[in-house]
């Protein structure tokens, strides 16, 4: 039977009124619209309680008292990796037996979800500080400023694996259907590295990465591709390169070169992937590529020039565009890493 709709306070004050006109129960019903049954029930409760308001509902007690739920509230928020049986010891040691359940719903109850920790880069102190600095130095700088950036670095594609997910909708006992799985490998070349730029015009060059990078080959990529994809982006005199502090990245050779080209270096705060917006672009890559489910690497690296190609340059601009709001993430956070 399907849930009726509660009445409205001002609709059971009506009743009683009715009633004490010395109206009677169908006449109430019939004038409101209201089933008999409801119209009696309100008014005997009426009687009872001299009250319509909803009354507290019977039910079970909770199994864990207030002071219980503040001990183990208190004890996830100094320490979150602690676990539900810790807590039901916990508790069993203060004499209350409860079930691992309860402790969830009771925890839920309080906003506190179990949730799989997030991965992120290790923070030392001198990260932290460091962040902070470029976050705080760079934070009212004009948007026209990070539009003259053009951002880089490296991401690693697998053709069978963890970037390569994606929802289905089965049936039950459908998941090893072959149409519901991803498959697998266990050995071998199943990835590449790409090396890639951009800027809040668009997409720049995407160059395969053959071999493992090294300072030398890092420096020939960038001698071959740099300028040229500025020269593409129509980039404004004086533009800015981003890179990060990965020791390739800074050989004396890179340095020299660099220095030698007139270029103008962004200088990069240590563990520091949440502010190069680059990043959710490598993201966006992936699940293009995902979708298009490569069967073999070759078939992996066209897919992965043609799809970086096609990404809209309005992706690349609102990326650069609301890049303050990272630094202000960064500054909220008190310098540790945010959700970008």
Not at 109 to 119: E, M, N, T
Request: glycine share 6%.
């Amino acid at each position: 039977m399907a849930k009726t709709k509660e009445l409205s306070k001002d609709t059971r004050n009506k009743i009683v009124d009715l009633h004490q006109a010395g109206k009677t129960e169908s006449a109430i019903g019939k004038q409101l619209g209201v089933k008999k049954s409801t119209v009696g029930a309100i008014i005997r409760k009426w009687k009872t309680y001299k009250t319509t308001d909803n009354l507290p509902r019977s039910g079970a007690p909770r199994k864990i008292s207030p002071r219980g739920v503040k001990m183990i509230t208190r004890t996830v928020s100094k320490n979150p990796r602690t676990t539900r049986g810790d807590l039901v010891n916990d508790l069993q040691r203060a004499g209350t037996k409860v079930t691992k359940a309860t402790i969830s719903n009771t925890l839920r109850r309080q906003g506190l979800k179990s949730c799989s920790a997030r991965r992120v880069p290790l923070l030392k102190p001198v990260h932290v500080r460091a962040r902070l600095k470029f976050a705080r130095e760079h934070l009212n700088d004009p948007e026209e400023d990070w539009e003259n950036v053009i951002w880089s670095d490296e991401t690693k594609i697998e053709l069978f694996g963890k970037n390569s997910t994606c929802r289905v909708w089965r049936r039950k006992n459908a998941e090893l259907h072959p149409k519901n799985t991803i498959p697998t490998v266990k050995h071998g070349d199943g990835n590449i590295m790409l090396w890639g730029c951009f800027s809040a015009k668009g997409p720049g060059r995407l160059i395969s990465v053959k071999e493992r990078m090294n300072g030398a080959m890092y420096h020939e990529i960038l001698s071959k591709n740099l300028l040229p994809s500025a020269r593409a982006l129509k980039m404004k005199r004086g533009w800015v390169f981003q890179h990060d502090n990965d020791p390739k990245h800074t050989t004396r050779a890179t340095k020299e070169w660099l220095c030698k080209k007139h270029f103008k270096v962004l200088e990069w705060p240590s563990q520091s992937p949440d502010l190069n917006p680059i990043e959710n672009l490598w993201r966006e890559l992936k699940i293009r590529v995902a979708q298009r489910q490569p069967q073999n690497i070759t078939a992996l690296e066209e897919i992965c020039m043609e799809e970086w190609a096609k990404l809209p340059a309005t992706v690349c601009k609102n990326l650069v565009a609301t890049y303050r709001k990272r630094l202000t993430s960064v500054i909220a956070n008190k310098g540790y890493i945010t959700k970008y």
